[in-house]
């Protein structure tokens, strides 16, 4: 079965750290561009951060700019994303999605291309004092 799945999420101190793990199964990530995307309630799923499919360009919005790194590890076919100094408005469902073609950039994490062909079923991050 080809699929992504989130995991590494939980209830967090501000100020505090996770790191969260975009795990491919049935398919190599090697070939794939990687997003982190979130979704808060109430609100629109924004992208968040993105990782080319060589590790070598990375893209980061204004709001985590700084605090979270993106990064990939071949060998066990996974994209994480290291959270730091945690903010509130970091609470968010967290999702990874994947594609071939479309390129990190914001193209990728404004969500402007038509599809992306793998999204995970999300892991949820909850920053709370």
């Known amino acids: 079965q080809l699929q992504l799945v989130e995991s590494g999420g939980g209830l967090v101190q501000p100020g505090g750290s996770l790191r969260l793990s975009c795990a491919a199964s049935?398919?190599?990530?090697?070939?794939?561009?990687v997003g982190w995307f979130r979704q808060a309630p109430g609100k629109e799923r924004e992208g968040v951060s993105c990782i080319s499919f060589s590790g070598r360009s990375t893209t980061y919005a204004d709001s985590v700019k700084g605090r979270f790194t993106i990064s990939r590890d071949s060998a066990n076919n996974t994209v994480y994303l290291q959270m730091n100094s945690l903010k509130p408005e970091d609470a968010a469902v967290y999702y990874c999605?994947?594609?071939?073609?479309?390129?990190?950039?914001?193209?990728?994490?404004?969500?402007?291309?038509?599809?992306?062909?793998?999204w995970g079923k999300g892991t949820p991050d909850t920053v709370s004092t």
């Open positions: 049935g398919f190599t990530l090697d070939s794939y561009d």
């Open positions: 999605a994947a594609d071939p073609v479309v390129g990190c950039g914001w193209t990728m994490l404004d969500l402007d291309y038509p599809t992306l062909d793998y």
